[in-house]
């Protein structure tokens, strides 16, 4: 079955390290997106990509960067962490129906802590 | 920018009771899409509502779409512990967009009491 799988799922890092978090889609999606969920916050917008060589800012996108080399895969990284952070991080990804919105299917999300 | 808006933050029920959660757009939306999120797990995609004034039903789950597409509401009628979670609604982040970039509402967290 097709699906979309986060790496890792947990982890805890120190301030200012390099930080990368996989996400693989199996799906053959060209829109691939990552948000941050935070408690009162709900779920904000890193980095969406439209497809392989294509990356966009979201609505948070300071301190991150993603690249697209492939249909399958948009890793995030964190150059250098910061406590702010710390976060659960979701990938999704969606197909264009026409001219709607898509559904997104999410990972699992990964849980980082910055300390 | 636009913006989706919704309510309540919270709402706890006691089982068997009627819920409704609400989501308002600055602007007019395309769509519309609803998820569940349970607790310690991921946003599920529930639907999507494409047309003006449109309702539709999941078992006990009622969506509508407002006459002006800048509202939406999900309602569920006899709560059961298994619909513990918390619901978003999401809108496409750009007027026009078809390219799934979708802003979301800050969810409501149903609590069920047994």
């Known amino acids: 079955d097709a699906e979309i799988t986060q790496s890792p799922r947990h982890k805890i890092t120190e301030t200012g390290r390099q930080v990368t978090l996989a996400c693989h889609q199996t799906?053959?999606?060209?829109?691939m997106f990552w948000y941050r969920q935070d408690l009162g916050h709900g779920l904000r917008l890193i980095h969406y990509?439209?497809?392989?060589?294509?990356?966009n800012k979201g609505e948070v996108s300071d301190g991150y960067s993603v690249s697209r080399s492939n249909t399958e895969d948009l890793p995030l990284t964190l150059e250098s962490a910061a406590s702010s952070q710390t976060s659960v991080y979701f990938c999704?990804?969606?197909?264009?129906?026409?001219?709607?919105?898509?559904?997104?299917?999410f990972g699992e999300g990964s849980r980082l802590t910055v300390l | 920018g636009q913006q989706v808006m919704q309510i309540p933050q919270y709402q706890h029920v006691q089982e068997g009771e009627d819920f409704t959660t609400y989501c308002n757009s600055s602007?007019?939306?395309?769509?519309i899409q609803w998820y569940k999120q349970r607790p310690g797990g991921h946003p599920v995609f529930l639907i999507q509502?494409?047309?003006?004034?449109e309702v539709k039903k999941q078992k006990r789950l009622t969506f509508q779409f407002g006459e002006a597409k800048k509202n939406s509401s999900l309602h569920i009628t006899a709560t059961q512990t298994t619909d513990v979670g918390t619901y978003f609604c999401?809108?496409?982040?750009?007027?026009?967009?078809?390219?799934?970039?979708?802003?979301f509402g800050r969810g409501t967290q149903l609590t069920v009491w047994p």
């Open positions: 999704a990804s969606s197909r264009s129906q026409g001219a709607y919105t898509g559904e997104l299917f």
């Open positions: 799906w053959n999606h060209n829109n």
């Open positions: 990509s439209y497809g392989v060589h294509d990356t």
């Open positions: 602007t007019t939306l395309s769509n």
């Open positions: 509502l494409v047309k003006s004034g």
């Open positions: 999401a809108g496409p982040l750009d007027r026009g967009s078809t390219l799934g970039r979708l802003y």
